[in-house]
């Protein structure tokens, strides 16, 4: 009986001496490639070269080594199937029982901040997914291993007698996923190198951070993936510092927090709930922001996710521990903040790198049988020229609550009203059927305080009844994108009450 026959080429070198030696033990002739058969003999074990198995050189500095028949014929042969075994006997080629492969660093070569084009093309593997496929198609007859983690479970039930039918085919499936992956991060390079906004077809590919307790709902299975070398701010690469395991919901709302937080400059505060923010403040100090976040409104941001962008100092976290939250986000934290926080043993701390992404990235919004795909909304009033469309033009104090209102509008589900006074919001209508609708709730909620507030609405108004609303409330101005054929309706009763009303010409639906 012919011995059995491992080849085994991989990048990541972890596990791969053991690995080899105990393929050894179970009377397994090695046959490997370039630095993995240095590696393999430099531990003194046995191996031949890819070159005695073809009677071919490596040749091109390794890019042609292993496309051969005499490797992928005793990969694809079918040890159940006469015809196949009689061609491999007369052409003299042995079949091979066992592939270990894992593929050239491909995604750790394009994050680098350096890279050249010519360097990522030289780290595109062609031989190993050829090889990984090869084997994985013939799971019936080889064990393929991708995963160096896999090693010692494949070891084991060689050990204990064979590799099941069932777990080759699970490491079959484990080896389409990898190199499907692999694939779909060179296809968005090239897709990003050539500036194809939407190409033809639209492939990604994510990986898993965590299984998930349940989804929206506890009848609901859910599971949390991250992108490959995202390089914004980003939950799937929080440091958890404190507190229970993050649910689907806390991702939902913890994501929206961190996105309105990354508006802002000066030190900002973010309360959110069910992903829509219920409080925003800015300040000289943090403590000053959170302040005027919690006084927004203080009873939504009960049970909600604040998101800070300067480091947590003691006095903020008293203030943050007077409350129930469920998570807090935050660049770091101070050793005096954290031993205070952490005596509320189920609070969530969250350490995020607050940086935007370096690229322009893509929204995507799954429905049933097809994705949504578009630009992340960065538009913001650097992009804009302010238009005021009244007789009366907003103060100073005035525009900058009227520009926190318009960044913080465009994060409120749509409809959307947000009222703003002195840095921080004091009501926000989100979700709608109708703008009047949202501009009564938010400024319900910001009761008394609306007097000399500002507005910001995320679309036009079609018609002067917010205004109306809004000069009863004693609004003093508002920020809306106008492009409504009755703007000069609502313009005139702006001038009618007094108050400014300023055009940005850039819209921020939600939905």
Request: glycine share 8%; aromatic share 6%; with cysteine.
């Amino acid at each position: 009986m012919n011995k059995k026959r491992a080849l085994l080429s991989v990048s990541n070198k972890q596990g791969l001496t053991a690995f080899a030696k105990s393929l050894i033990e179970l009377d397994f002739e090695l046959i490997s490639t370039g630095g993995t058969k240095r590696t393999i003999e430099e531990a003194g074990i046995a191996v031949k070269s890819i070159s005695e198995i073809t009677d071919f050189p490596e040749i091109m500095d390794g890019r042609v080594k292993t496309l051969h028949p005499s490797v992928h014929g005793g990969l694809l042969a079918k040890r159940g199937n006469e015809d196949h075994m009689k061609q491999l006997a007369e052409l003299g080629i042995e079949t091979i029982d066992l592939v270990a492969v894992n593929l050239y660093p491909f995604k750790e070569t394009i994050a680098k901040e350096d890279v050249t084009e010519a360097d990522a093309i030289e780290n595109i593997d062609i031989g190993g997914p050829t090889m990984l496929r090869a084997a994985a198609k013939s799971f019936e007859d080889v064990a393929v291993v991708v995963d160096p983690a896999d090693y010692d479970e494949v070891i084991a039930s060689l050990q204990s007698g064979e590799l099941s039918f069932d777990a080759r085919k699970q490491l079959a499936a484990k080896v389409f996923r990898h190199t499907a992956n692999y694939d779909a991060m060179i296809a968005g390079y090239f897709t990003d190198v050539t500036e194809e906004s939407y190409p033809e077809t639209y492939t990604v590919t994510y990986e898993k951070v965590q299984s998930l307790r349940y989804g929206e709902n506890p009848h609901q299975t859910a599971a949390f993936y991250k992108k490959a070398n995202y390089d914004g701010a980003s939950l799937a690469d929080a440091r958890q510092l404190n507190g229970k395991e993050l649910s689907y919901n806390n991702i939902q709302d913890a994501n929206a927090a961190l996105d309105v937080v990354l508006e802002f400059q000066e030190p900002a505060a973010v309360a959110v709930k069910h992903m829509n923010p219920c409080g925003v403040g800015t300040g000289k100090t943090l403590f000053e922001a959170y302040g005027k976040a919690y006084a927004g409104d203080p009873i939504s941001i009960f049970g909600g996710i604040v998101a800070l962008n300067r480091e947590v100092d003691e006095q903020t976290a008293a203030k943050l521990k007077e409350i129930f939250l469920e998570i807090v986000i935050a660049p770091s934290f101070s050793q005096e903040a954290l031993d205070l926080l952490k005596q509320k043993k189920n609070l969530r701390l969250l350490e995020v790198e607050m940086k935007k992404p370096g690229v322009q990235t893509h929204k995507l919004t799954s429905v049933d049988g097809g994705l949504l795909v578009q630009d992340t909304d960065e538009g913001s009033l650097e992009d804009v020229e302010l238009e005021v469309a009244t007789d009366r033009q907003p103060t100073e104090q005035e525009l900058k609550d009227l520009a926190l209102g318009w960044q913080v509008v465009k994060h409120v589900k749509s409809n959307a009203i947000v009222i703003a006074k002195s840095d921080q919001t004091l009501g926000v209508g989100a979700g709608q059927m109708n703008r009047v609708g949202a501009a009564k709730i938010a400024l319900e909620q910001a009761g008394n305080q609306a007097e000399g507030a500002v507005m910001a609405s995320d679309a036009f108004f079609p018609m002067p009844d917010t205004v109306e609303t809004a000069a009863h409330a004693g609004v003093k101005a508002i920020i809306q994108p106008g492009g409504s054929k009755r703007d000069q309706d609502s313009i005139d009763a702006c001038n009618k009450h007094g108050i400014a009303m300023v055009l940005t010409k850039m819209r921020h639906f939600k939905h």
